[in-house]
């Protein structure tokens, strides 16, 4: 049996009881562009979400390969991503960051770790034959990490959610 789009917001339709609101979800976050406010919905069952490493500098997502010459990217850039701001793609060297020559992780880290979102930083690399060096600010990780709320410390109505959800989730 085949099902479209419109099956499956009818079925949350009536699902929720919720016709204006399956409406709207399917409006916003399937037809749209909307993203849903996951944090806020991951709590009403006992679920906080925040950033997994506050405060921590950023370039973006990281595959890479070292050798002595530097640390080629192995992947495009994330969009808005401090690597993509410096015009960085897949297959350039990378090959200092503030003065920092970049041929192992560990070089990497550390000046992740000595630098803060903000901080405008010189990124040195190689693209196409061409050396170049472009001076961008560094961006706050992204990552998200989640706590369970203690039985204890939730509400009833998040411990009552919580068991719903894990049974509907167990199926």
């Not at 041929?103 to 196409?128: F, H, K, N």
């Amino acid at each position: 049996m085949s099902y479209d789009v419109d099956d499956v917001e009818a079925a949350l339709a009536r699902v929720t009881e919720d016709a204006a609101f399956a409406r709207d979800f399917f409006e916003r976050y399937v037809r749209g562009r909307d993203a849903p406010d996951f944090p806020a919905l991951l709590a009403a069952v006992g679920l906080e979400v925040g950033l997994a490493r506050e405060g921590a500098a950023w370039l973006g997502p990281l595959a890479m390969r070292f050798d002595d010459g530097g640390a080629i990217l192995l992947g495009t850039p994330l969009i808005d991503s401090p690597l993509y701001d410096a015009g960085v793609d897949r297959g350039d060297r990378i090959l200092s960051i503030d003065g920092v020559a970049i041929s192992t992780p560990a070089q990497l880290t550390g000046v992740l770790a000595s630098t803060a979102p903000g901080d405008p930083v010189q990124i040195r690399y190689e693209s196409r034959g061409e050396t170049l060096t472009v001076t961008v600010p560094m961006a706050a990780d992204p990552t998200l990490t989640g706590r369970w709320l203690a039985d204890g410390t939730m509400s009833a109505t998040q411990a009552s959610l919580r068991v719903g959800w894990k049974v509907a989730t167990s199926r």
